[in-house]
């Protein structure tokens, strides 16, 4: 009963709160969005559906939009075909490393998948691709082994990091499965791969389609690795298309027009994935941790483990191996001798102007949009979880609404936005942050969202009955108990900011660069070294940001492990 | 020492009254329990008198300070009150003495007195040794106490306390009433203590308050509650009962069919509908056959038989079915069971035994 009592009487203090919060998610949101539409229907004599049918009419736009679609697809089959399996012997069979697959796995998770995608151009492409050259050499052949610069090869290096998504989906589910289900079909006679199929698979169908779902979204919003991998090959998708159309001279309305249709698409995929995961009536699914039993795998257990390091091999190893490589050597194509041995790559990359600047850039930005971001989202996370002020859901809404918003998308409304008075933002880092801001806003609530709810009323309630006012409890029960989950919450958002891509190569200025656009721009200057050096640097970053923020939630980023306790 | 009055207070969630024109009257140190089911208002009533709710209407005063009205709440944190949380609320990042001096502190109280306090009340509730540990090395019992001590120290006006045994396990449950009450007995601070368990309600307070519906329908001693309850929700909920639904037929007799009672009361209104509320151990059985002891002149004596016996160790559970009517009975009897199932059986009860209650409402 106590969790639906109103706690205080707000109505007072919800004044100041609501304008300060409601003011920025509008700033954030609303007033980009209205832009959007807007722009997307808006011609010389008033409203028109014109650049809706000339989108739609183009004949380059249409074979975007059917590339894409054939990518989000077959990448997010992709991604449940590795996912699944992986899933499935990490939480319930006796598959040996669990754990260091695991660890893997996160590791593919938080790779920049542009980063992926340079690496993949180096160990694939056509003719100085390093697994191409090793097969010509082995076999004396004259063709490739492989070509990345081709559809299905997109679709490889896309699904080799969206499949985390689906692993994680699953893999949350199963632990909650208890093993009594199974075994209770065993026990009326049904063999090990009939239970299989009968009983825990529809029980997880659910969390596979909606892992399905979500890495078909990955996919949709992804502009990095369709712009490195399918603009040589000669074929767009919608996002790279959509940046196209800034190219001068820019065609913004048209761009308008493009976005809206994805927008749609993905809030609609969301629609759909929150149904299925809300219709949950699987009694077993969503209890406490029941007991499990691994299920033995006998003879096949390496050969299991093998074809997990093969996947986790295409996705870290090879990646890592090569984007190492190429930071150390004069020419990456060449083999690591002493003769091609370099550091120039790393003084060139920290000691040259542009990318020293991007580097600042990022960082700034890094660190002012997790602050900000944590702030605001544990106000948002508090005000909603004490149901302080009358309106609470809308802004929990407002909070979590970017979900929808794939970055490229966001990146064409605040430019319109923010390119004309009374906001002329564009040029300075300012439109960036107010993208990262609003793009990550959406992890940084569910984050607070998680942490607050985990802090019982009565931890505050029981201070003040003692004597002390609203705010000595804030600062003095609230605030420490909700420390490290802000902190994760900062971590989050640090990462998100540092590797973003698809919103910032449409926002950037020559003065306010950032990592991800800087090595992009260094691919067109075949500057492979240095994209190395600063994939490596990012990747860093990264991990080192995540230790920092397993430690302090006492879990790993990929969501409740089934041996794990109740997590402050 | 204060006590707290509650006048007329009601409190609504949207359309839904959780609590209407309460009326509560606790003296200076003593212990009433708010004994209700789920939703009756009882943790809303409480809540109210911490200051953490507005009421819609009514007043809460202790002694001579008017604490709440619709017109000006106290806050919490002035209202010089402590409370017991069913959650026990200790806050996990400060160590069971940070936990307890915390109210010291805020009423700056001085480090050495502080220090004493802390000592002497961690000795009351049986847990010195304790002081550094923090709460998530303590089990369920010891937090308890551990949130015991921290509402004591302070030495309170008030104390309340929410459901704060419901968390633990039977037999610590058990165990801890009797603490409680020593605890009260020792401290005599004036206290509301809420809670859904009627046993709980009995051993611990001076006098229990029967909520229902967002109001008081009776308040006494556990005593006057089970032997005289006023209305049919309250006979059904303190202990087991038997109810019987009839008419008055006269000042001092209920009749059902051809059955007929003679109750603990003389001015019943015949004609009236009145339920009967009998309790299992009030109730006598004796085999037919034998010509039994001579049953009191103002006992009830029907016929019956027995249609279901349950043999529980310490006692027999009989149902027995009433001859020429629609009355089946639950009778506790004493083990050894002196009858057996399908045995026809006198059933005599006095007739200060069967309580007449307004038949209609609650």
Request: proline share 6%.
């Amino acid at each position: 009963m106590p969790g639906v009592i109103p706690r205080f009487h707000a109505m007072d203090r919800s004044a100041p709160v609501w304008v300060l919060t409601a003011a920025a998610l509008a700033l954030l949101i609303l007033l980009p969005m209205g832009w959007l539409g807007y722009m997307s229907v808006s011609g010389e004599r008033g409203v028109t559906l014109a650049h809706y049918a000339r989108v739609f009419a183009d004949p380059q736009l249409q074979k975007a939009l059917w590339n894409t679609i054939v990518l989000a697809f077959w990448s997010g089959l992709l991604s449940v075909a590795i996912g699944a399996p992986i899933a499935w012997l990490s939480a319930r069979t006796d598959l040996p490393c669990s754990r260091a697959i695991r660890t893997l796995i996160m590791a593919s998770f938080v790779t920049p998948p542009f980063l992926g995608a340079f690496a993949w151009v180096m160990l694939a492409g056509p003719n100085a691709g390093y697994l191409n050259k090793l097969y010509r050499s082995l076999t004396g052949a004259e063709d490739p082994l492989f070509n990345i610069f081709t559809m299905p090869g997109l679709i490889f290096v896309v699904a080799i990091y969206t499949f985390p998504y689906v692993y994680i989906m699953i893999a949350n589910t199963l632990g909650l499965i208890a093993s009594d289900l199974e075994e209770a079909a065993s026990i009326l006679g049904a063999s090990r791969f009939r239970v299989a199929l009968t009983v825990t698979l529809p029980m997880v169908a659910p969390a596979i389609l909606s892992g399905f779902i979500l890495s078909v979204l990955q996919a949709l919003a992804l502009f990095g690795s369709p712009a490195i991998l399918a603009l040589p090959a000669g074929f767009h998708t919608i996002t790279t298309q959509i940046w196209a159309l800034f190219h001068y001279p820019p065609k913004v309305e048209m761009a308008a027009a493009f976005s809206v249709p994805l927008l749609l698409a993905t809030a609609l995929l969301l629609l759909v994935q929150k149904r299925l995961l809300g219709r949950r009536g699987y009694a077993s699914v969503g209890g406490k941790g029941a007991q499990r039993r691994a299920i033995p795998l006998g003879a096949w257990r390496y050969p299991a483990l093998l074809g997990c390091l093969a996947v986790l091999g295409c996705a870290v190893f090879l990646p890592y191996g090569i984007l190492a490589k190429a930071a150390f050597s004069r020419a990456w194509a060449q083999p690591l001798t002493w003769e091609n041995f370099t550091l120039a790559n790393w003084s060139f990359t920290f000691l040259y102007s542009s990318t020293q600047g991007a580097i600042v850039n990022t960082l700034e930005l890094g660190v002012l949009t997790a602050c900000v971001g944590a702030g605001l989202a544990a106000l948002l996370a508090y005000v909603t979880n004490r149901k302080l002020i009358v309106g609470h859901q809308l802004l929990a809404f407002l909070a979590l609404a970017p979900i929808v918003i794939p970055g490229t998308v966001l990146a064409v409304a605040l430019f319109i936005a923010y390119t004309r008075p009374p906001f002329l933002l564009y040029g300075t880092l300012w439109i960036l942050f107010i993208a990262y801001l609003t793009k990550e806003m959406p992890v940084g609530y569910s984050q607070s969202d998680a942490t607050f709810r985990g802090i019982h009323p009565e931890l505050e309630e029981a201070g003040r009955i003692l004597g002390a006012g609203r705010l000595r409890v804030l600062r003095e029960i609230t605030a420490p108990l909700a420390k490290s989950g802000i902190i994760a919450t900062w971590c989050f958002i640090f990462i998100g900011v540092i590797r973003e891509l698809s919103a910032s190569i449409i926002l950037f200025t020559p003065n306010t660069k950032v990592m991800s656009v800087v090595i992009f721009d260094l691919k067109e200057e075949g500057q492979f070294g240095a994209i190395a050096v600063l994939g490596i640097f990012m990747l860093a970053m990264t991990f080192a940001v995540v230790a920092l923020m397993q430690t302090l939630l006492g879990r790993d980023v990929l969501g409740p492990r089934p041996s794990a306790g109740a997590a402050g | 020492m204060p006590g707290v009055t509650i006048r007329g207070l009601s409190k609504r969630y949207g359309d839904v009254a959780a609590v209407l024109g309460l009326e509560l009257r606790v003296e200076p140190g003593e212990l009433v329990a708010l004994l209700g089911p789920s939703g009756c208002g009882k943790t809303t009533t409480l809540r109210l008198v911490a200051g953490f709710l507005k009421p819609e209407a009514g007043e809460i005063w202790v002694g001579e300070r008017c604490l709440s009205s619709p017109a000006a709440v106290v806050p919490p944190e002035r209202r010089r009150m402590a409370m017991i949380f069913q959650s026990y609320a200790l806050w996990p990042h400060m160590t069971v003495d940070q936990n307890v001096a915390y109210g010291l502190r805020l009423a700056g109280t001085p480090r050495a007195d502080r220090d004493r306090r802390v000592t002497d009340i961690l000795k009351a509730v049986q847990l010195e040794g304790y002081g550094s540990r923090y709460p998530g090395e303590l089990s369920g019992g010891q937090q308890q106490r551990v949130a015991v001590a921290r509402a004591l120290v302070v030495e309170p006006e008030i104390l309340l306390l929410d459901e704060p045994l419901s968390n633990l396990d039977a037999n610590l449950r058990e165990e801890m009433r009797f603490e409680i009450r020593r605890l009260h007995e020792t401290f005599a601070i004036t206290t509301l203590y809420v809670t859904h368990d009627q046993a709980e309600a009995m051993v611990i307070s001076d006098r229990v308050a029967v909520l229902q519906d967002g109001r008081v329908v009776q308040v006494g001693t556990a005593e006057e509650l089970f032997e005289r309850p006023r209305t049919r929700f309250v006979a059904e909920f303190i202990g087991k009962t038997n109810l019987i639904d009839g008419v008055a037929d006269g000042t001092g007799t209920v009749a059902r069919g051809r059955l007929r009672l003679r109750v603990a009361s003389t001015d019943l209104t015949p004609g009236a509908p009145v339920a009967v509320s009998i309790r299992p151990h009030q109730i006598e059985l004796a085999p037919r056959a034998l010509p039994g002891a001579p049953a009191p002149p103002d006992a009830n004596v029907l016929a019956g038989t027995v249609v279901r016996a349950s043999y529980l160790g310490d006692g027999v559970d009989y149902q027995v079915r009433i001859e020429e009517s629609d009355v089946v009975l639950r009778v506790a009897g004493p083990a050894p069971p002196r009858v057996r199932l399908g045995e026809s059986v006198s059933v005599s009860v006095a007739s200060g035994a069967c309580v007449p209650l307004p038949s209609g409402g609650g």
